[in-house]
Each structure stands twice: as C-alpha cells, then as structure tokens.
C-alpha cells in the first residue's frame, strides 16, 4: 500500500492503522486500497473513494501544538471513515452498508497516531553567505577591470599611433 501523507501525523502510525481496518474487514492490501492519500483537513474526518477501485483519499485535522497521540476519538472516526471508504474499493454503495458512525472498530484499542517529528531549522549564517557573495562580486569587477585595462592599453596605443603619424605628416608638409 502507497501512503501520501501530507498532514503532520506521522505515515508508519496511519499504516499501521489501514492494516488493522484491512485485517478486521478480512481484506488484503491488492483487494482493496492500494494508494491512500491523507491530506490535512481544517476540523474534521472525511473520506473519497472510488467504487471497485484502489484508492483513497482521507482528510483528518493536523495535531494541535504538544499533542502526544490522536486522540481516541479522532482515531476512532479516522478509522470508521476508512473502513466506509475500503467498502466503496470492495465495491459497495452506500445503500449496500451501514453508516460510517455505526462502524465498529474495536481493533483501534492499543493503536496510536503520533505528531511527526519537529525538524530542526537550519540556522543560515547571514554573515557568511553575503561575504561569499562579496567576494564573487569582486572578483566578478576585478576580471572586468583586468578586461578593461587591455582594451585601454589597447586603445590608447591605437591613439599614439595616429597622434606620430599625423605629426609625421606634419612635418612632411612643413618641409620644402
């Protein structure tokens, strides 16, 4: 089973989840949901699935700030959802099943759904990336001064060479 998890429940817990709703409805992970996208929703559970095929989608809240675990109730209707949404892979319409909220789901006792870990932010050393800049910069004018240095020298030999030939014919018109 693939898991696209984007919320910030942590994926090896929501596995382990789908795989006691798979083993409860007596289901393999071929037969029925074989991508289940979960994705943050704003304040509640819900669920999309396509009927007789392999996917699911899921929203469920992101923890709040210091929550250790899914709450028991949050968790028992994440996993009610679910299992609505594998009957829909196994083909059923919702006439053909009971509601979402009768589902049992005593399989959920032991389980838990921990936040992911917080990341540590990199501190970027501001100091350090503008003094690389700095330098590249430098030397970025200093080839350009190197350039331009031989284009003068360059042209200024141009302009010695007119200013004696014209001094040359000068002279050359002074003499009789």
Wanted: aromatic residues 8%; glycine residues 6%.
């Amino acid at each position: 089973m693939k898991i696209e998890n984007t919320t910030k429940w942590r994926t090896a817990d929501l596995r382990k989840v789908f795989k006691a709703a798979l083993k409860a409805e007596g289901l393999t992970e071929r037969e029925a949901a074989r991508y289940v996208d979960v994705a943050p929703g704003r304040w509640r559970v819900r669920g999309c699935a396509t009927l007789t095929g392999t996917w699911v989608r899921m929203t469920v809240p992101n923890p709040k700030p210091g929550q250790e675990c899914m709450p028991a109730e949050l968790l028992d209707k994440f996993a009610r959802v679910f299992v609505h949404e594998i009957g829909h892979n196994a083909g059923l319409a919702h006439e053909d099943m009971m509601e979402w909220w009768e589902i049992p789901v005593p399989w959920t006792v032991g389980l838990e759904v921990r936040p992911k870990e917080a990341k540590p932010e990199k501190k970027r050393d501001l100091q350090a990336e503008r003094r690389a800049k700095a330098e590249k910069k430098l030397a970025e004018w200093e080839a350009k001064q190197k350039r331009a240095a031989k284009r003068v020298k360059y042209w200024r030999s141009k302009v010695r060479y007119y200013e004696r030939a014209a001094q040359k014919k000068a002279a050359l018109k002074g003499q009789p």
